[in-house]
């Protein structure tokens, strides 16, 4: 009954990985000892002092509709972080609380994308963005970026994909699936680019913002004067508080986007969980140090993983500055055949990993660049030793 589903439903792309995610879970229910390092989840707990402000609010009774662009004293707590962490000034009618930063830019792309309007996404990019784009009728144009130059796009490669049509430029730092930073002066240089083409509106996705180690010091394109008005900054709190089942995602942007986008939400999922609203309250309010000791922890498995991976040979990696992903190049397997198996792309190689090594990994054409796949070491040191041995030993 296919044919009874829209266009539009049938046009669009799964999520690859939310789907292999599927994939190794089907396998583990059969049986097979599956390591997934495909999901960006981080596999601590939520801190305690934020499970104890979502306590506390269930005790207090909140239990009713909260309102559609959130809680006024969320918004306070969001214009308080954007001002401490980021040097950005915002008002309440400029923050959007949303359920999930996907939502946010979701609700961003409806308000602001028409028909045949052009949306520039440096390669590679988080494996949503593409679809979300095309789902408002927009047309994604892909910048390939290179491993050389830490997956990041020049001003010249921007320039070049700017045209008549062009109406936004989407990219995060850190980059999800890279890990690459951009640094304020490289988003200076972009932004130079775009003093020249004053319709072009940027979203900033900073949701790995405190996932940081320490090279590159964050910056938000928001900050320029010039770019401040012109600019829809992503962020929220599943990555960096590991709160990923929270689903509370944010903007900050300028009012009449954020109208719009509250104008959509409200006829859409309305106002996002009371209950979680509450204890982000606390995850803003208190310090990013507190959060300090996970990113610690990341920081140590990045070296362990980025020293294996260099151990396997046909594995060609940089070093990612933020957020827990290794997006190694892979082509020395292309037109391989390994057990049996021909291996034609990134797709062909992250399926025989997870069929041959039982690790499941993401392909690289779900982020818009081929040649790589996306390993997570968002997992426990036993389990990213046991899945690089695993897969090596497929690869010998």
Avoid at 198 to 217: A, C, F, L, R, W
Wanted: proline share 5%; net charge negative; with cysteine.
């Amino acid at each position: 009954m296919s044919n009874q589903l829209s266009d539009r439903i049938n046009s669009l792309t799964p999520s690859a990985t939310l789907e292999m995610a599927a994939k190794a879970r089907e396998l583990k229910t059969a049986g097979k000892d599956i390591i997934g390092l495909s999901l960006g989840e981080p596999d601590f707990n939520t801190p305690d002092y934020i499970k104890d402000a979502a306590i506390q609010a269930i005790n207090d009774n909140y239990s009713a509709y909260t309102p559609v662009d959130g809680y006024a004293e969320l918004k306070s707590a969001i214009i308080t972080k954007f001002k401490r962490d980021n040097n950005l000034t915002y008002d309440p009618s400029q923050i959007v609380v949303s359920t999930g930063a996907k939502q946010s830019l979701y609700n961003v792309a409806q308000a602001m994308i028409n028909e045949g309007d052009e949306v520039i996404l440096p390669c590679p990019y988080w494996v949503s963005y593409a679809d979300i784009v095309q789902l408002a009728d927009g047309v994604p144009v892909e910048v390939p970026t290179t491993l050389e130059n830490d997956f990041k796009m020049t001003p010249q490669e921007l320039e070049d994909a700017i045209t008549p049509k062009t109406k936004m430029l989407w990219y995060s730092s850190p980059c999800n699936p890279s890990g690459s930073i951009y640094s304020k002066e490289e988003l200076r240089a972009l932004a130079d680019v775009l003093q020249k083409y004053p319709q072009i509106i940027v979203v900033s996705d900073e949701i790995y913002e405190h996932i940081n180690y320490g090279v590159t010091k964050h910056a938000s394109m928001a900050e320029f004067e010039d770019m401040y008005d012109r600019t829809v900054t992503v962020n929220g709190v599943a990555k960096a508080f590991a709160m990923t089942g929270w689903r509370i995602g944010y903007i900050g942007a300028p009012t009449y986007i954020a109208r719009a986008c509250n104008k959509l939400q409200g006829q859409v999922t309305s106002g996002a969980n009371c209950i979680a609203q509450r204890a982000v309250i606390t995850a803003l309010e208190e310090s990013p140090d507190r959060i300090q000791y996970m990113v610690d922890e990341f920081k140590k498995r990045r070296k362990l993983i980025l020293d294996l991976l260099n151990d396997i040979p046909g594995f060609k990696c940089n070093e990612p500055q933020g957020a827990f992903y290794v997006y190694p190049d892979v082509t020395a397997y292309f037109g391989k055949t390994l057990n049996g198996t021909k291996i034609n792309n990134a797709s062909d190689f992250a399926m025989y990993l997870l069929e041959h090594a039982n690790v499941a990994t993401v392909t690289g054409d779900a982020f818009g660049n081929g040649n790589c796949i996306r390993i997570s070491y968002a997992a426990s040191v036993k389990e990213i030793e046991e899945a690089m041995a695993r897969i090596k030993k497929s690869l010998s």
